[in-house]
């Protein structure tokens, strides 16, 4: 007779099959389809959906559950088997809470709500979009209710990205950063003539940032061997398993720095899924352990590697061999300031480092405050411009370029956003423990190297997928709880030193 | 209530979302997917094949299929819900003729075989492959048994890709063809120094041929609004629905002609997908009739529209264009006959429009043989050579060259073959009748364009889809059952004028 475990493993792994065969389907259909077959794949994606969240939520899934809970009860914490049980069973529970009617009613909400915001920010008309959005507060609302929390409905919303994270944890954590990050965007702002990115704003022959983002993507560890790299409008990674990792990026003749440092932030997430434990594959632990844990990952790569001086001593000269015109006699010292300067904007995914948080801090404030019901929609409009101006020194003269910026809302997405700091945050806490940890990687970092940081990354993180929640990752890896301090450190010695502060 | 047609329909609707998910996966496959994650993709699509079998062999689809068509008894058999029922009562019961045992073992016997079969090819021992063909003909021989058959085994095979033809139907109209066709291919034989096809044996360069495949493609009619062409080692067309239609080629700088044709093929494939109609789209109509009939759309572009004298007296200045070296002073006469040498070959991929069908009849009298038990393994490579030479005048050194060339049979694909030449018979038999009904048809192919021709096709056979058999097909579209006579008449004419006969 074969195990309970081995029977239930069986399930996960066709269950698997499924979700990641609608993720070829998502994958196709951003890179190579039709525009004309968008209903047609939607129609796909649903059946696709309806058929892995039935295997999933089945009966026989709880018998098999229970068989393998009972036959595996002297598993180690740290078992692969009790993780996949622990996991599993969470998710189990999870996907039971919400009905087909609410799952369908939530759908319609949201593909109403996105599209009006499609239409709303191009009109610039947030009168127009109020009435959908509030459909989406109330629709989260519900699902917080539906979800179940401790302190309040925000909690049940974050946890969908970030389990165990609370609002609490998080407005310390925030109020920390906030409190170190809006002065010294001061002092750099007094200084901004210090930095001069003339020489980013030129244009960049396609071809030659095609060139460009493959060479980055492998020099940061990117295994092309176990992925691909695609040209998309909207950049995303995705896995279809640890053997089959993609990656995605959008060459723009002006923006060819977004280009590569996108591919790097993709190539952050997509290496993360490459080094999963092989026996995790297949199943709920074949994934990261968060959102916030995937995009530390990123992160790390993107700015921490990607953005540091190691990295350009070492790869600056590639970089002018593709763009002789637009690069000689631009000095490495310069490039590397002109990459990392600060500069308050009014849009998110165009922010440095630095003002990126306080976008996210902003959005944080605000859609818990809606979510709790003590901001009205109407007043959202004047509340965000307010708080721009109060962390960021700088208002939006429309809507389009504030409060309608971003589709997260119209998609009922509310406790998404934070993640994105999460991810800032935890990606510095990871680089210092390393570097405490292997005084190897600090040096080879310097050399435009990253094999050292890699392995504790592999070893500390990516390996373990899903088995552990983020916290769990973050105190086995480090040793201590998240906090600000590691990122308020390197912001400070980073920018510091650019703007001689 | 729903009605129970509807009923019926909206699970065949989800078996098709899975089963076109399926063909995503083998698209993505061969043109994106790293290869180290073969094995992982093999899991996934066995996961969605057996969820698309098991939804459609259920007891439940049983129950859907006799209430919709006890609702629709009056239906007429034109009407798409006549010709759905009959279809899917067909394929019901056709699928649920195999057990899962046999499913999975006639699998393993054919994955082995293949795996073997490009070993042994490699090695050119036949000896070596014999054990794994017998096997592959036991399971061939088990699976005619299982679906039945009135007068000989290989009826039931050959009924797999072309329902309702016989064995003894294909003897009569393959021997026409062939008591035709080797006399003519003699006659050409000894004046073949009258075409010189030197030109089209230089180097083309790839990203010229890329452009003259999408123009050649886009000259005929495929839709790339509804399509998209990639890169393949082995071309193919696939469909995940009327409006996501693609065709891939694979450029070779020495074999330029065979890019462009390969690609109108493909397209021709892909132009009868595209112009199902709609209503039929998304269910088990919504696909060509039979193989013969997709091979017929597939050989007409390739051959009787893309080899034809019009098309290039239009076209050829566009070629020239492209590869100004390789054709600047050539005539589109000479070009012309160039492209339809008739040259007897041992490679069956590579022959000519009239010896193909010599290869095909080959295989035909060889593995009819095979399962009738006729033929003994141990004798079929002399046979093979013996054919040969009786049919083509050459004969190959190697059994490499000869015995092992083709993957099919070590597939247990026995009875596949045929459709090849029942497509070119077709493909005839339509441009006849097409030319014969519609006047302008004709005039409008001796000016290089299709668009008569295409709305002929469309309305005599596309929009149909799988509504009917191919007899069907053909009696409606021509008002005659199938015969070698068209093509006869139609490869007479042309090389008559070409080799001066």
């Known amino acids: 007779m074969k195990a309970k475990y081995e029977a239930l493993l069986e399930q996960l792994h066709k269950i698997n099959d499924v979700e990641k065969a609608m993720a070829v389907l998502q994958w196709d259909q951003e890179t190579n389809m039709p525009a004309q077959s968008a209903g047609r794949r939607v129609a796909q994606l649903t059946t696709l959906s309806e058929i892995a969240h039935r295997m999933f939520t089945s009966t026989q899934m709880g018998d098999l559950l229970a068989a393998a809970q009972e036959e595996q009860a002297q598993a180690h914490y740290d078992s692969t088997q009790a993780s996949m049980l622990r996991v599993t069973q969470r998710e189990y529970e999870d996907q039971r809470l919400f009905s087909a009617e ?33 459909a989406a507060v109330a629709i989260a609302q519900e699902t917080a209710e539906i979800r179940g929390y401790e302190t309040e409905p925000y909690d049940a919303l974050l946890s969908q990205y970030e389990r165990g994270m609370t609002s609490a944890q998080l407005r310390l954590i925030f109020t920390e950063l906030k409190n170190e990050s809006v002065p010294l965007l001061q002092a750099i702002a007094e200084r901004s003539e210090r930095v001069n990115d003339a020489m980013l704003k030129q244009e960049f022959p396609v071809a030659a940032q095609e060139a ?65 434990a092989e026996d995790l594959d297949r199943s709920p632990l074949g994934q990261g352990a968060s959102l916030g844990i995937h995009e530390s990952q990123s992160r790390l790569f993107e700015n921490q590697v990607g953005r540091s001086l190691g990295y350009w001593q070492a790869h600056f000269t590639k970089l002018q061999s593709l763009f002789p015109k637009q690069l000689a006699g631009v000095s490495v010292a310069d490039f590397y300031n002109a990459i990392n300067k600060v500069q308050p904007s009014l849009i998110r995914v165009e922010a440095d480092e630095l003002t990126y948080n306080l976008h996210i801090i902003l959005r944080f404030e605000l859609e818990l405050a809606l ?35 971003d589709v997260h809302w119209s998609q009922a997405a509310f406790g998404y956003f934070p993640t994105y700091t999460l991810g800032n945050l935890y990606s510095a806490q990871f680089m210092e423990s390393a570097k405490q940890q292997d005084p190897k990687i600090e040096e080879e970092l310097a050399t435009g190297n990253n094999t050292f940081l890699l392995a504790w990354l592999r070893e500390n993180i990516h390996q373990h997928g899903n088995k552990y929640d983020a916290a769990e990752i ?11 301090a590691p990122f308020l450190k390197y912001v400070h010695e980073k920018f510091g030193a650019i703007y001689g502060l």
């Open 212 to 276: 460009m983002c493959r060479y980055g993507a492998e020099s940061i560890g990117y295994d092309f061997k176990r992925g691909h790299l695609g040209e998309v409008h909207h950049p995303f990674s995705t896995s279809f398993g640890r053997d089959d990792v993609r990656i995605t990026t959008r060459y723009a003749p002006e923006y060819a720095m977004s280009s590569l440092f996108g591919t790097m932030h993709e190539a952050g997430h997509a290496m993360y899924e490459q080094g999963i």
């Open 102 to 134: 609410f799952v369908s009613r939530k759908s319609a909400v949201t593909g109403t709500a996105g599209a009006a915001w499609a239409q709303m920010r191009a009109d610039n008309n947030f009168a127009g979009f109020q009435k959908h959005l509030e």
């Open 474 to 484: 973050c105190m086995r890896a480090t040793g201590k709880p998240l906090s600000s």
């Open 371 to 405: 979510i709790n019901g003590a901001l009205k929609l109407a007043d959202l409009p004047a509340a965000w411009n307010e708080k721009m101006q109060s962390l960021l020194g700088v208002a939006p003269a429309t809507d389009k370029l504030g409060v309608l910026q």
